[in-house]
DNA sequence: CTCTAATTTGAATCAACGCTCAAAGAAAGG
DNA sequence: CCTTTCTTTGAGCGTTGATTCAAATTAGAG
């Protein structure tokens, strides 16, 4: 796997599984669908990948490491700045964000290993989001913060777990009224 | 399909079918695995359902109908009530409650009617949800009665969602959260 | 140009899936 | 009882799933 002509099919590979993951969930998706999509064949396929599993394991962690960008970058966002940035994701990938929403619900029971690493990547977000809201209101009493960050976090999740069974869902604007709200409870 | 037998075996197919949807969703859900549970042989399951979808789509309606109880009584329920009566039925039928949030997310592109069947259900519960935070506040302006409403509905739909990944999840107390945040927005 | 390693092909394997069916086995009504 | 209708059995059908492999082809280093 050393030439450009693998390292493309490999992309049209990937590409292909994200698109499929979005549409049909981490179960709905087949082989076939695949490498018809990706214009490749079954024996092409395992040429690059091990199985199926380690392919769409692949556009499952893209899709995790898509929606907190910068994780290196610390201390600085504001809560706005965070909302926006999963907006941005939400809108600009839509392919890769259905599919996260998707692995929380069908990972669940599937895969214990994909299950702790979402758990762990809420936490983490909601950390992010609740160091945010700390250093916006400092008045704030740190428990309540943490609970106000972790229902923000929540909230948005269920916005994008919409726009999944209604495309034409503003996501935008209910992230937008979202953070109004909890502007004016502070 | 008449005899007591019958109606027992039904009852036990459904059973089954309601848990492993649950657990694996509309698409890993296969006959072996619900015959298996439900202790039936195959040719038992085709005398009672005419195929596997009708089986699952029988639960996928019995989870919409659980999520809005008593849906004649209408025009007394206050913001408390419905969210409470959610609650209840995240906790009292955990079963049902993974099988609808699932629906969302498997029925999308699957099929087309259940999609329209589960837009239709989020409007009418954003409608129950809106009426009852106007007649709580009446001072407020009618799309921002509206907007919250759906916000409310959307962060509740995140909570159910959440529970999916990490079961020991405290569902109430973020319901609980929620509503205090709404009340002190007004 | 040549040689090697990477890539692609496409048929073939094997398991699992949804589903059918004829025959055997209960359950009620008369 | 006996008859009718409903229920259960379990082998088996056709299809599709993931995966393998030897052979043919192509890309790139020297």
């Not at 916006?136 to 972790?150: D, G, I, K, Y």
């Amino acid at each position: 796997m050393r030439y450009k002509a693998g390292l493309a099919t490999r992309e049209r590979i990937l590409a292909a599984t994200r698109s499929l993951v979005a549409e049909n969930g981490l179960e709905g998706t087949t082989i076939k669908a695949i490498c018809d999509q990706a214009g490749v064949l079954p024996g092409s396929f395992y040429n690059l990948f091990p199985s199926k599993e380690q392919a769409i394991l692949t556009v499952v962690r893209e899709a995790i490491d898509a929606v907190d960008p910068d994780p290196g970058h610390q201390g600085t966002d504001t809560l706005q700045d965070l909302v926006a940035a999963y907006v941005r994701f939400l809108e600009e990938q839509p392919a890769l964000s259905r599919v996260y929403i998707r692995i929380g619900v069908s990972g669940a029971g599937q895969s214990p290993e994909l299950t702790g690493r979402m758990v762990r990547h809420h936490q983490e977000r909601v950390g992010r989001f609740s160091a945010a809201m700390k250093r916006q209101s400092p008045e704030l009493a740190e428990t309540m913060a943490e609970r106000r960050a972790e229902t923000l976090v929540l909230a948005l999740n269920g916005i994008a777990l919409h726009r999944i069974i209604d495309p034409d869902f503003d996501v935008a604007w209910h992230a937008h009224a979202l953070l109004e709200d909890a502007a004016a409870v502070s």
